[in-house]
């Protein structure tokens, strides 16, 4: 069965990696920065809802670009008659746009006019909770048509009790936690851990490691406590990450944490990266690898120093940040 899933763009091969790691997968593709990936899997839908790289995930039913709602409307008339056999005359259809980028018609006009489609073939359309949705996503040029099985969100994590007015999208968290990879014996450090989900994410993908969440807040800690309450390798700490190496050791064999972006405080951004920088140095146990999210990388890498190893941009939130790795030595 071929499937399309949607993540967040930029992260379209951690999805194929998961899809390999788990189930049979014949091929998977994915468009760069869309969010989406088209994977023939050997799995039943049930199966695929355990996946923590997915948001949703449906039948597809076909792909291309086009330039115009014309072509838009001409892409999906192609592929919707593999709909039909998921469709009788007593079922109910909708039709759903996600539109991303600049484009001369709204998504409301795509489902208008994707709509009529199915009208004139007969076919009873519902706005609200239809038995199948059909999804015409537009990114950019890109075209996918699909229908759904996931409805709900996978990124909704079970673990998830306290919601932190900031918090990061767990799959995003997955994925760096991917990228860290800790080992057994390892500590990973959270500086600025928020609720926890960096650290709730890494501990159940990496169980054999320990996990270090810090933060100011003791608010925030409070939350980080309930939620990471199924992982016992975690441990939870109220402290202010940047003297945190007055009062312990060197710990921490690699750094994984979502700094504050400083927007509304953009001049003491700079500051709070040189000294979180300067606490790392503390901390590491040996020379230690950091995995970070923000916008302002170039200020991050600037203020913390240590060798770049690599960057990715990513769309969270109507923000492009870049997931840095980098190492750093005492």
């Known amino acids: 069965m071929e499937y399309l899933f949607t993540t ?25 920065m869309t969010g989406r990936v088209v994977a023939e899997v050997g799995a039943g839908a049930a199966e695929l809802f355990r996946l923590k790289t997915v948001e949703r995930f449906g039948i597809f039913l076909g792909d291309g670009y086009a330039e115009d709602l014309r072509g838009v409307v001409g892409i999906a008339q192609r592929h919707l008659a593999g709909s039909l056999r998921y469709l009788t005359r007593f079922t109910t259809v909708g039709v759903r746009c996600e539109r991303v980028g600049q484009h001369g018609f709204t998504s409301r006009d795509v489902e208008r006019e994707v709509g009529k489609w199915f009208k004139e073939s007969g076919y009873t359309i519902s706005l609200v909770e239809p038995d199948v949705e059909v999804n015409v996503d537009v990114v950019e040029r890109y075209v996918a048509v699909w229908i759904t099985v996931a409805k709900r969100s996978l990124k909704d994590r079970p673990w998830r009790v306290y919601e932190h007015y900031a918090s990061l999208n767990p799959i995003i968290a997955h994925a760096m936690a991917r990228l860290a990879r800790p080992k057994p014996g390892e500590t990973v450090c959270d500086l600025t851990c928020g609720g926890g989900t960096i650290v709730a994410e890494a501990a159940e993908l990496y169980p054999h490691a320990r996990y ?48 504050p972006y400083g927007f509304r405080i953009p001049e003491r951004v700079g500051r709070l990266y040189r000294l979180l920088g300067k606490a790392m140095r503390r901390l590491a146990r040996g020379c230690a690898t950091y995995v970070v999210i923000t916008p302002r990388h170039k200020t991050f890498i600037s203020q913390v120093g240590g060798e770049l190893l690599f960057r990715r941009v990513v769309y969270q939130g109507g923000l492009y940040s870049h ?6 030595c005492p």
């Open 212 to 259: 270090l969440c810090v933060d100011i807040s003791l608010r925030h800690v409070k939350g980080a406590v309930k939620n990471t309450a199924a992982f016992p390798q975690v441990d939870v700490l109220w402290f202010d990450s940047t003297k945190l190496h007055r009062a312990v050791r060197p710990v921490c064999d690699k750094f994984v944490f979502n700094p």
């Open 323 to 328: 997931i840095i790795a980098g190492r750093i």
């Open 8 to 32: 967040v763009p930029g992260l379209e091969d951690f999805v194929i990696e998961e899809l390999a790691e788990r189930f049979p997968t014949s091929r998977a593709w994915g468009v760069y």
